[in-house]
Every structure is written in structure tokens, then in C-alpha cells.
């Protein structure tokens, strides 16, 4: 589903304030993403109830919200604007343990190819001497657009992109840290925090040591490459529920719906991922190809439609070969404290709004 233009949410205040600014302002989004979700449990061969999916989600959860206070408060706050249920929050946040339980009981099989990509240029290649990152935000046809959301949490800015309704995406904040990411299907979700949190712990960080922290401190509850810079160094961190790897990301860099680590590689469902590392070799081969790179320059790597297994290509389109579309590109200069986005796919012609440090458009 497509939007006229990109909706920016500023949010500002203690976590439940935001929270309640947020669910103000996303009601409507949020109460169909909900409603998507409870109709799938609803006509799985064994159903959940709403009531039943609700008590599922509290006890999944649990540990999350024991981590993290201040994000428990942002929801409560988020369910108390929206005018729904706390479960319908949870909900949002924890979609791909959701999509699990869902499959599990009898829905059809999860896909299991590509999302989200990523590129990351290296300094050398870029026309100011800093790195910079892209990535195709994808996602299923009937969710709607990603929102730039721009945020203070206890003295910090950032600006990230990220689902209505949920509490952390891609983006950077004002100590120059960006980071992207992009989801890989996991065998199992064991308890831990979900991809949501974790995204936010990063943006909170001030450097990429205390974001490496961050992300490694708890199990992850999906599948995540979580890539993250300051403008000189990158480091990718593959999250695979209770294991992960980190590797530090040296010149041309591309990523996937897949695991390069052997350890995190067992944990993911599809051994074979032939698209994905399709979309990896397109967005290297279009990559090496840049000199003095600007951050448009990205977003028309993103525009790739050159198809391979399964049709299967960089801007995703909906369709008989996708079930999924791409709905954002984004580009990070992590050093200029900036970010440009296209909403839609990376191939429109729609122009793509800059936002920088101070966290406005400009």
C-alpha cells in the first residue's frame, strides 16, 4: 500500500509522552496492523483467539520488557494514545515471533527469500571521504509505508526510519552513528529482545563499540544484520537468536537475507538462499563501479532490476515473482549527521528528502 508522501513524526518528552504522541498520531495504522494480525491467527488450521494471541504475546515478551524499562513506558504510552490494547502494541514490535506462531499453527509457509539489502561504500569511493550506507527498506504488500520518525531520549537526537507503531529502525543520531540492517529468517525466535529494541539500543549508543555492545548483550529474538558506523569504521553484526558473529566491514560491503557466519548460517531457515546472494553480488557489482560517490549516487544502486533466481531483484516490486515490495531506499552519511530517503521504490522518480543534524529537513 502506498502513501502520497513520507509522514514525519516528531517525539519528544519522557518515554510514555512519546509513546502517547505516537500512538495519537498512528492510531489508525496501528489498529489495521493489529487487526492484520489477529485475522491470520484467527484462520490458521489451529486458531488463536485475539484474547489467546494477546496472553501468547505478554508471556513472549516478558523478557524483553524486563530490559527495558523506558521502552515498556513508550508503549504503554503508544497503546494509551492509539486507544487499543497493550497486546496490540506488543504486537507490532514482535511481528516476526508472531509470523512464527502464526506458520507454525498451520498458515502457509513462511517465505523464506530475500527482504531488506544493504551497501555500504568505504571512504575512498565517497565524493567527501566518509563512508556511507544504503539499504531497500522491504516488506509484506499490505503494510504501508515506513515513517521517518525523529526522536529525544534523555538528552539525544535521532532520526530513523521504521513501521508505524514500532520503536526503532534505521537511521543515525547526533553523535554521527548510523547504522542499517537487514532481516534474515530464523529456524527458531528463542526469548530475547526483538529486532525493534535492539535497533534503538544502537541509535542510543555514542560510539560503535558501545552500539557492538549493545546489540550482543541479550539474545535476539530474529534474524538481523545489524550494520553500524560512524563514518570511518563499520562493523557488521549477524544476530542469530542466542549466537552471533562480528565482522568488521573492509571496502565494498553488500548484505543480505542471509548468514555468512557458520553458526548464525545453522540457524537460519533456508540453507539455500540463491536470490539473496543475488541481490549481495548486483549491489557489490553496481558498487565497484562508483568513484566520488554522492548519497544519490546510492539510491540508483538500490534501482537495480537486473533479475536472477526467481526473478528475484534489488528494488522489489509487487507481483507474481515478489511477495514482498521495497516501500523506502535510504541513504546514511553517518559523518554529516544526514539522511536521505525515497519512500516508494528506489526506481521512482519521486525526489528523496534530506534530513541532517539538527534533525530537520533540509
Known amino acids: 500500500m502506498r502513501e502520497e508522501t513520507i509522514r514525519i513524526l516528531w517525539l519528544a518528552g519522557s518515554p510514555r509522552e512519546r509513546g502517547r504522541q505516537h500512538g495519537r498520531a498512528a ?106 550506507l544504503a539499504q531497500t527498506w522491504d516488506g509484506a504488500d499490505w503494510w504501508g509505508d515506513p515513517w521517518l520518525f525523529v526522536l529525544e531520549e534523555e538528552g539525544r537526537r535521532m532520526a530513523y526510519l521504521a513501521d508505524a507503531g514500532t520503536l526503532g529502525g534505521v537511521g543515525v543520531n547526533d553523535a554521527g552513528l548510523g547504522s542499517v540492517h537487514t532481516g534474515v529468517t530464523l529456524r527458531t525466535h528463542p526469548p530475547g529482545l526483538p529486532y525493534t529494541f535492539i535497533a534503538r539500543r544502537i541509535l542510543r549508543s555514542r560510539t560503535v563499540e558501545e552500539a557492538l555492545r549493545a546489540v550482543t548483550a541479550s539474545p535476539s529474538t530474529a534474524g538481523c544484520h545489524y550494520i553500524v558506523s560512524d563514518g570511518s569504521r563499520a562493523v557488521d553484526i549477524e544476530m542469530a537468536g542466542t549466537v552471533h558473529a562480528v565482522r568488521w566491514v573492509e571496502g565494498i560491503w553488500a548484505t543480505c537475507a542471509h548468514f555468512e557466519a557458520p553458526e548464525c548460517a545453522a540457524q537460519q531457515l533456508a540453507e539455500d538462499v540463491p536470490a539473496s546472494r543475488h541481490r549481495v553480488e548486483r549491489l557489490n557489482a553496481r558498487a565497484v563501479l562508483c568513484s566520488r560517490a554522492q548519497p544519490m549516487d546510492l539510491l540508483v544502486i538500490l534501482a537495480d532490476h537486473i533479475p536472477g533466481p526467481g526473478e528475484a531483484t534489488v528494488c522489489r516490486h509487487p507481483g507474481p515473482a515478489s511477495d514482498s515490495r521495497s516501500a523506502a531506499g535510504i541513504v546514511i552519511d553517518p559523518r554529516g549527521r544526514r539522511m536521505l530517503v525515497r519512500i516508494g521504490n528506489p526506481c521512482q522518480p519521486v525526489p528523496p528528502l534530506e534530513f541532517g543534524i539538527p534533525l530537520s529537513p533540509v
Open 27 to 132: 492510531a489508525p495504522w496501528i489498529r489495521r496492523y493489529w487487526a492484520e494480525l489477529v485475522a491470520e491467527a484467527i484462520h490458521a488450521v489451529h486458531p488463536l483467539s485475539a484474547e489467546e494471541l494477546g496472553q501468547w504475546l505478554r508471556e513472549r515478551a516478558a523478557p524483553a520488557l524486563a530490559l527495558e524499562p523506558a521502552l515498556t513506558a513508550e508503549l504503554e504510552g503508544m497503546a494509551e494514545g492509539a486507544g487499543v490494547p497493550f497486546e496490540a502494541v506488543l504486537g507490532l514490535n514482535f511481528y516476526e515471533e508472531i509470523a512464527d506462531l502464526i506458520h507454525a499453527r498451520g498458515r502457509p509457509p513462511r517465505p523464506a527469500g530475500p527482504r531488506c539489502s544493504a551497501v555500504i561504500l568505504p571512504p575512498d569511493r565517497t565524493a567527501e571521504g566518509g563512508m556511507l
